[in-house]
């Protein structure tokens, strides 16, 4: 589901069509559970829309793996911020392979939604995601791994779209 934290950072919609007719959902509903989604017999996903980011919209996304080439999510995070100036009006986080489906870190966005955005909103955000986050434990990588890496990639995704430096290494 690479895919999926982007999208679900920018709120995005899936369109479901079957012979009966056409449903649209929001794609944080389309994930139930894992390997299972909202779609019902004889539908499939005919489009997928997202909300542009404007102009002021930020956005950045990183995947981590453990090797280059077809490989598995250790962790994902994309981030989009709706912003006036200095103020984010809205922000976006999805994250992947840290709970049973992606999803989207809500706390993480409430701590930087109607705020200027500087460090202590960035690491608020961060340690949001890092709280929210249910990972598993398998053979790329352990729970308490995955839960930092979360955090860590929240923060360097904020400060990536925000067009900070990066930090010393968390």
């Known amino acids: 589901a690479?895919?999926?934290?982007?999208?679900?950072?920018?709120?995005?919609?899936?369109?479901?069509?079957?012979?009966a007719g056409r449903r649209?959902?929001?794609?944080?509903e389309f994930f139930l559970d894992y390997r299972k989604t909202?779609?019902?017999?004889?539908?499939?996903?005919?489009?997928i829309s997202i909300r542009p980011l404007g102009e002021g919209g930020r956005a950045a996304y990183c995947k981590l793996q453990l090797r280059r080439a077809m490989a598995i999510?250790?962790?994902s995070?994309?981030?989009?911020?709706?912003m006036n100036e200095d103020t984010c009006v809205d922000a976006g986080i999805g994250l992947g392979a840290a709970a049973a489906v992606p999803y989207r870190a809500e706390a993480a966005e409430e701590a930087l939604r109607?705020?200027?955005?500087?460090?202590?909103?960035?690491?608020?955000?961060?340690?949001?995601?890092?709280?929210?986050?249910?990972p598993i434990d398998d053979v790329r990588a352990s729970v308490d791994y995955r839960r930092k890496m979360c955090g860590v990639l929240v923060r360097r995704m904020l400060r990536k779209a925000m067009?900070?430096?990066?930090?010393?290494?968390?």
């Open 73 to 75: 999510s250790v962790v």
């Open 114 to 134: 109607g705020r200027v955005v500087g460090e202590a909103e960035i690491d608020a955000a961060a340690d949001a995601a890092r709280e929210s986050a249910s």
């Open 163 to 170: 067009g900070l430096p990066e930090a010393a290494r968390a």
């Open 24 to 28: 649209t959902l929001p794609l944080c």
């Open 38 to 47: 909202a779609v019902r017999s004889g539908e499939l996903v005919t489009a």
């Open 2 to 19: 690479d895919l999926a934290p982007p999208l679900l950072a920018q709120d995005a919609d899936v369109e479901l069509t079957s012979a």
């Open 77 to 82: 995070v994309a981030v989009a911020l709706w």
